[in-house]
């Protein structure tokens, strides 16, 4: 509604009211008010008429402003008066709440009319603040507790933003029955104690400090003494990590990362800590504001952010459930590492598969890297002679497997990188390293013995097979015999470069025996030297007489008998 409206309305109001017989007054004709208060007037309505009547009761008021008429406790709009009868109504009416300071204007109408003048203005100082402390003794980085009565001296609700100056990295905040508040209502002429927390900084030097609590315009002003500083020592953060059954979860993983980190990118951890068996951990870092991260296998991670340590404080995060996945496996090997002779075997991993989800799985087995003339063989014990492709496992369980690797003969040493994988729901791999090493070994056997028989000036021959069989390359070989003195021997070959693992050589030994060797049994050294190693082999030659001897001896034996008995002959006859 327009000024020149309103301008209209009360024209015509004062003109009709002029017209119309009777009366309304009032003792009171203006009051002050607040914003949002309610004011009352008592109005005496006369019927100056010599019959009853019933009178219209109505009020012209600025944009916002509500009014009623009250009467024996009930709104009424018209009011029933006998001849030259008069009655008290209570005229109410509501200031608006965001109304302006100024003075308004109200017609009230009732056979007769009267205007009421209402002067909006806040009072200076609407509230009574009574601080139950003024000034209080602390430690750097202590938390203290201020009660503050505020009593609303307005006859009308008053809202109330609350606010608090601090020093310097010192924190606040308002509770009421446990909870944060920062902006309040009060009811006319209520009073409310509330409490102002002030959590100073640790870092804070020794001395006295001023609080400020504001409730709107009007303040307080309080003092904290600083007794103790903890300025440059490191503050600490604990925390307390459970499964969701409450089981406490030990070595989870509890990276703390300063905010300055994120800000620029950096993932860099400022520092990462371990739970012990029971859960629990407790970091000692520089002060600052943190992102913390917990995490641990098989499980979810839990983020906490915008955590501040201070100086000399330990940062109680409390307790810190984490959630299980639902699949999750670990896999560890107990050996590896292996260094193994080829020829002596089969090398044989040993690992574990344990399944931490809270689900049970099948987990497929494979192993990647070998050659292809190499075998594996997963089995469930050492002595199984039946391999297997895949294995349950139940939740919270776990199985022991066993990884045999079929090594052929003719394998090349060196090292094998192979990949173990157990592929479930969740997959798991580990790095294997088979290191083969071959042993210096070489056979030797002669063909149809060691031992033969010959006689004086005739050749002595033997043959045999020389074998590389310890898997590694032998290198620069030399054949040597030695023999007696005057006796010729020779070998066959003499000299072998090198000989591969698993190649073998046939070696001929020819000794050409003396014309005056004795009969009697001869002894030969074969001598094999290489680069890796040495290995002495014997012969033995047995030189026997010559055929016609047995001739010579017979003669010799007949002449013998034959002279015996021509001695007889001669002599016996005497």
């Known amino acids: 509604m327009n000024v020149r409206m309103k301008f209209f309305l009360v024209v015509i109001s004062t003109l009709a009211a002029a017209l119309l017989v009777g009366s309304v007054e009032s003792d009171i004709k203006g009051v002050n008010a607040v914003p949002g208060e309610t004011v009352s007037f008592n109005l005496v309505v006369t019927n100056d008429k010599s019959y009853e009547r019933n009178i219209q009761l109505t009020y012209t008021a600025p944009e916002g402003f509500n009014g009623k008429f009250i009467y024996d406790g009930k709104e009424i709009e018209m009011l029933t008066l006998k001849a030259n009868e008069s009655k008290t109504v209570q005229f109410q009416l509501e200031t608006p709440p ?88 009060l009811k006319p002429n209520e009073g409310r104690i ?97 992102t913390v991260t917990i995490s641990k296998e098989g499980f979810y991670e839990k983020e906490i952010k915008d955590v501040e340590v201070r100086a ?105 990188n192979l990949t173990l994988s157990v592929d479930g729901h969740y997959s798991a791999k580990k790095n294997l390293t088979l290191i083969l090493k071959g042993e210096y070994k070489i056979f030797f056997e002669a063909i149809q013995g060691y031992l033969v028989t010959g006689e004086a000036g005739e050749t002595a021959e033997f043959t045999a097979i020389l074998r590389n069989i310890g898997g590694v390359t032998l290198t620069n070989l030399n054949l040597s015999v030695s023999a007696p003195s005057h006796w010729s021997v020779s070998v066959n070959p003499s000299i072998l470069p090198a000989l591969e693992a698993g190649d073998g050589v046939a070696v001929k030994v020819i000794a050409h025996i003396p014309p005056d060797a004795l009969p009697s049994e001869y002894k030969l050294r074969l001598s094999i030297k290489s680069d890796q190693l040495n290995k002495e082999e014997e012969f033995r030659v047995i030189v026997k007489e010559k055929s016609y001897a047995g001739i010579i001896g017979g003669v010799i034996i007949v002449g013998a008998i034959i002279g015996l008995f021509v001695i007889f002959r001669k002599f016996g006859r005497r």
């Open 98 to 185: 965001n109304v302006k300071e100024k003075e308004y204007y109200v017609w009230v109408n009732a056979a007769g009319s009267i205007a009421l003048k209402i002067n909006v203005k806040m009072p200076e100082n609407p509230l009574e603040i009574t601080p139950s402390i003024t000034g209080v003794a602390i430690e750097a980085g202590d938390t203290v507790t201020l009660p503050i009565q505020i009593t609303n001296k307005l006859n009308a609700e008053y809202k109330v933003d609350l606010s608090c100056k601090v020093p310097e990295n010192w924190s606040y905040k308002f509770t009421e029955n446990g909870v944060e508040v920062y902006r309040i209502v």
């Open 194 to 290: 509330l409490n102002l927390e002030v959590e100073s900084d640790s870092s804070s030097d020794v001395r006295e400090y001023k609080v400020i609590p504001y409730f709107n315009k009007q303040h307080a002003e309080l003092s904290v003494k600083i007794t103790k500083t903890h300025k440059g020592e490191n503050g600490k953060i604990k925390i307390k990590v459970v499964s969701k059954e409450g089981e406490a979860i030990g070595s989870a993983l509890v990276s703390v990362i300063h905010i300055s980190s994120w800000e620029y990118g950096s993932m860099a951890s400022e520092a990462d800590f371990y739970t012990s068996a029971d859960g629990l951990v407790t970091a000692e870092v520089s002060p600052g504001t943190y």
């Open 312 to 416: 000399g404080k330990t940062k109680d995060l409390g307790t810190v459930i984490l959630d299980k996945k639902p699949y999750y496996a670990k896999l560890s090997v107990e050996n590896p590492r292996i260094s193994f002779v080829i020829g002596a075997g089969n090398p044989i991993f040993r690992f574990r598969i344990e399944n931490r989800g809270f689900a049970d799985d099948i987990y497929k087995l494979n192993v990647a890297g070998l050659p292809g003339n190499f075998y594996s063989k997963f089995k469930e014990s050492l002595q199984s002679t039946e391999g297997m492709s895949e294995v349950f496992v139940k939740s919270d369980e776990m199985k022991e497997v066993y990884l045999e690797i079929l090594i052929p003969p003719n394998a090349e040493i060196g090292t094998y």
